[in-house]
């Protein structure tokens, strides 16, 4: 991304969009005062992010035991909710879902590729469906302090250990499907990336044609398998960021609150909620409410303004597609593909 000298004058930025990440799936009710539980609850949660300034809502469904839901009719009705109560929010499925079978005879597809593909079929469709790129390594306990997860449900041995092992399988195969079945639903991409390889991987697929439209993107800084919270490693990505994208800041526990007010200043866009932070001052809980009107305060003492529900999906060009590699490399601001025999650095052509 470019940095013109006025690039930090909040008239010349994108009002700011702000993700709220409420639902806080990797703890148990009992972690928390701020975990909703009853669909009542859940859908409550959405319009509270959404009035206290949170334009896009991360969806993960509990169960009405506080159990993490792996059924598509849980989804399916909490979408529906959702589009009544807070039909302005853009609506982003976290993509680490397990889909188990809902009747006795039906085919357990929770242990293969086709589980995740079901997150084209929701009904009513999304706005995003959240995307990683790349097999790889998701330790989220790895930056965690024991003062952390003190009193949850991460503290205890066993819960530690299975998030310390996870990992996110997503091979070249499952992502060219999956995109494929997600763009044929009318369904954004929101890519979550750990690093710059992976958002090499992404230009790949879009010069070869396997995604063609707006780049919504989220530099998941949280170690383990990604990068640290490292202002180097954020800016190093920010710099390889192409000029057309919607770029997010995502971190962990109290590195969100500094990353994001880094990114407040710089034009880029935010997220927060109890997924990724429990924390105000050390020591301190802060509720996912909490967090939002804390990041709406500083971008307001910055003088850049809150992106309303209209202006966030006019931001993240929500339902639009482009025809080609060609245009979208264009639109993006990459330069063009090699033409056949091209020698030198092919360059971006004024119309």
């Keep these: 991304m470019q940095f013109l000298d006025d690039s930090l004058f909040p008239e ?35 319009v509270d992010c959404y009035n206290a300034g949170a334009t896009v809502l991360h969806v993960h469904v509990r169960e009405a035991n506080g159990m993490g839901s792996k059924r598509i009719s849980m989804f399916n009705e909490m979408l529906s909710r959702l589009r009544d109560a807070v039909p302005d929010m853009v609506l982003q499925v976290g993509g680490s879902i397990s889909f188990a079978p809902e009747t006795e005879g039906e085919n357990a597809k929770w242990l293969d590729d086709d589980t995740r593909h079901m997150l084209a079929e929701l009904k009513p469709v999304p706005d995003q469906v959240t995307i990683a790129i790349n097999t790889n390594q998701m330790n989220v306990t790895e930056l965690m302090s024991a003062d952390d997860v003190a009193g949850t449900s991460l503290s205890e041995p066993e819960y530690y250990n299975a998030y310390r092992e996870m990992w996110i399988p997503s091979g070249p195969a499952f992502v060219e499907e999956h995109l494929r079945r997600l763009s044929n639903n009318g369904i954004q991409p929101l890519f979550m990336l750990a690093d710059v390889g992976q958002l090499e991987t ?9 995604y063609c439209g707006p780049l919504a993107l989220n530099w998941v800084g949280i170690g383990g398998g990604a990068d640290g919270p490292n202002p180097y490693n954020m800016m190093e990505f920010v710099r390889r960021t192409p000029d057309g994208a919607v770029l997010t800041i995502e971190s962990q526990m109290r590195s969100v609150l500094p990353l994001n007010t880094m990114a407040i200043a710089m034009g880029l866009h935010v997220r927060c ?16 409410v909490g967090q939002i009107e804390q990041l709406v305060r500083i971008s307001r003492e910055l003088y850049r303004p809150v992106a309303t529900g209209r202006e966030a999906r006019e931001i993240l060009q929500i339902g639009v597609q482009y025809q080609g590699p060609d245009e979208t490399l264009a639109r993006l601001g990459w330069a063009p593909n090699r033409l056949r025999g091209q020698r030198g650095i092919p360059l971006r052509q004024v119309a």
């Design 202 to 210: 992404v230009e790949r697929l879009i010069r070869k044609g396997v």
């Design 12 to 46: 010349n930025q994108q009002p700011l969009v702000i993700t709220a990440a409420p639902y806080g799936p990797e703890f148990l009710p009992r972690d928390s005062d701020d975990i909703p539980v009853t669909m009542d609850e859940q859908v409550q949660k959405a």
């Design 273 to 288: 909620g109890i997924e990724d932070n429990l924390w105000g001052r050390k020591g301190e809980r802060l509720t996912s």
